[in-house]
């Protein structure tokens, strides 16, 4: 199995300063059809995960653009360029190149 | 809009079993694939399984040791997912998640499965 391992496992921001999470995994995520298969959610309060960014960079539809998912091969990072207080909660990687799907422990956000 | 909603909170005895539904909207049923997945407290994501939606074909976990079948009825666009043979372990919250096999996008709300003498 792909293990993904997170840092750091939390984080505290003030509002309108930038956060970063990397992700890093035992084996590349790039595909043989050329496609690096790593995703970004984000776990609020009481919620389920929701898609942020795909393929390592493409935001899902409606996430702003405030967040932005960069790297490649084993290495990856989420970016949040000005925290917003809606922006609470944890943070996961995630990959399916390979079955089982294996995600990373997750990183907690929260507001100083 | 897409909608996965999953059944009610369950309460199992150990040995007992355990079936989750996740109804599906917003979308042609059989263009897309359902993941199950489930979080367990101090454990994180487990994926359990995938299912073709179209064929009802299946991938599953191999930690499952046959306990788990997925299933699916297009008829009323809905995924089924059953676990037998229920240990405390499996205590936990399972997803039911939209998978074309590129890209887990939306995911139901979750069902919470509390497995206890």
């Known amino acids: 199995d792909i293990l993904m391992t997170q840092t750091p496992l939390s984080l505290s921001v003030t509002p309108g300063q930038p956060a970063s999470i990397s992700c890093r995994s035992t084996q590349s995520l790039l595909h043989s059809d050329g496609k690096t298969y790593l995703y970004w959610y984000v776990q609020k309060p009481g919620q389920s995960p929701q898609l942020l960014i795909y393929?390592?960079?493409t935001r899902f539809s409606g996430v702003p653009d405030r967040f932005t998912g960069s790297g490649s091969g084993t290495d990856f990072t989420l970016k949040i360029s000005r925290v917003e207080a809606e922006d609470v909660g944890v943070y996961y990687c995630m990959q399916s190149v390979q079955l089982p799907l294996t995600f990373g422990g997750g990183t907690r956000v929260d507001i100083k | 809009q897409v909608q996965l909603v999953q059944s009610g909170p369950e309460v199992k005895k150990p040995g007992a079993s355990v079936s989750i539904s996740c109804k599906t909207s917003?979308?042609?049923?059989?263009?897309?694939?359902i993941t199950w997945v489930r979080q367990v407290p101090g454990q994180g994501f487990e994926w359990m399984g995938w299912i073709n939606a179209k064929n009802g074909h299946t991938n599953d976990a191999l930690n499952f040791e046959g306990r788990l079948t997925m299933t699916i009825d297009t008829s009323r666009s809905t995924a089924y997912m059953e676990l037998r043979s229920l240990k405390p372990d499996d205590t936990g919250i399972y997803y039911c998640?939209?998978?074309?096999?590129?890209?887990?996008?939306?995911w139901g709300q979750g069902t919470l499965v509390t497995v206890s003498p």
């Open positions: 393929e390592v960079s």
């Open positions: 998640a939209r998978d074309n096999m590129e890209l887990v996008d939306y």
């Open positions: 917003g979308y042609t049923f059989i263009t897309h694939g």
